[in-house]
């Protein structure tokens, strides 16, 4: 298990290297673009050779980009699907010239019309995406909370939609936040092992690649996608020590999105008490 985070890559991708030595994170994920806008960053080759001579000389990874926020495969405006398509594939591109896994982004919302609404065109989008991008990057789908009618909360919604696209290239990254707000009680053995036995059945267990390790300010099934720092919210130190010591997650890059102690995001505080907890829980 290695413990990472999201970082900022402002003033050049490079720079998120540094701020993830700063801060002791071992892997980093980063948005290539801003997360709120369609508009994506061209990269130059001189930023491209910065963050991969920084990657090889530190050793930090394995490393994601994040997508854009307004990615919705669900959409029922033709437009809004056509950016989503295009945004996913210009951040593959840029995953693929930086050498990071893949693309983290949430599949979106149905606004109410329910998965069997919308699955073949969310199906068609993710296959448009892998047909236009690179052979060695994975697009990950990500399990949400739950709220206004977001597509992935269940497993078993996250388990069709990677059997009907039947792609390789199609991960899955498990947010903890996520899962618990969903109602997977991740918080006891009992309950965390009935739903990684659920995820191995209708997702499987070898299609995940990454954990967003996120406290939640939301209790046990409020399906609202609300993070808190390590240890402060419903989750708690107990809960982390649970979701670390399980054998699912032991190979696995954590990566903290958490509000911070200071409110600007992931921080060295935060890093050390997931650090921490994998040191109680599994040694070393």
């Given at each position: 298990m290695k413990v990472g985070a999201h970082v900022s890559a402002a003033g050049g991708v490079d720079r998120a290297i540094d701020r993830a030595l700063e801060m002791g994170a071992e892997a980093v994920q980063i948005f290539v673009a801003a997360p709120q806008s369609w508009r994506r960053r061209t990269l130059t080759p001189e930023e491209i050779e910065a963050f991969r001579a920084k990657v090889a000389e530190s050793g930090v990874g394995p490393n994601f980009a994040h997508g854009p926020y307004l990615i919705n495969l669900a959409a029922a405006d033709p437009d809004h699907l056509a950016k989503s398509v295009d945004a996913l594939v210009k951040d593959m591109e840029a995953c693929h010239a930086l050498g990071l896994k893949g693309v983290i982004f949430h599949l979106g919302s149905h606004r109410g019309a329910g998965l069997e609404a919308v699955e073949r065109q969310?199906?068609?989008?993710?296959?448009?995406?892998?047909?236009?991008?690179?052979?060695?990057?994975?697009?990950?789908?990500?399990?949400?909370?739950?709220?206004?009618?977001?597509?992935?909360?269940?497993?078993?919604?996250?388990?069709?939609?990677?059997?009907?696209?039947?792609?390789?290239?199609?991960?899955?990254?498990?947010?903890?936040?996520?899962?618990f707000a969903a109602g997977y009680d991740v918080t006891t053995r009992q309950g965390l092992e009935a739903a990684m036995e659920e995820f191995d059945r209708e997702v499987g267990l070898e299609c995940l690649?990454?954990?967003?390790?996120?406290?939640?300010?939301?209790?046990l099934g409020g399906g609202k996608d609300r993070h808190e720092n390590i240890g402060q919210g419903h989750i708690g130190r107990e809960g982390f020590?649970?979701?670390?010591?399980?054998?699912?997650?032991?190979?696995?890059?954590?990566?903290?999105?958490?509000?911070?102690?200071?409110?600007?995001?992931?921080?060295?505080p935060n890093v050390d008490a997931l650090k921490e907890l994998r040191a109680l829980a599994l040694g070393g």
């Open positions: 969310i199906v068609e989008a993710l296959v448009k995406v892998l047909e236009a991008t690179p052979e060695d990057t994975w697009l990950v789908l990500e399990n949400s909370a739950g709220m206004g009618g977001s597509v992935g909360s269940r497993f078993r919604e996250l388990g069709q939609l990677l059997k009907a696209a039947a792609s390789p290239r199609l991960r899955v990254c498990l947010d903890t936040q996520h899962m690649v990454a954990v967003h390790a996120n406290d939640s300010k939301c209790p020590l649970n979701i670390i010591s399980h054998p699912a997650f032991r190979e696995l890059a954590f990566f903290l999105e958490v509000p911070g102690y200071d409110g600007e995001g992931p921080d060295k």
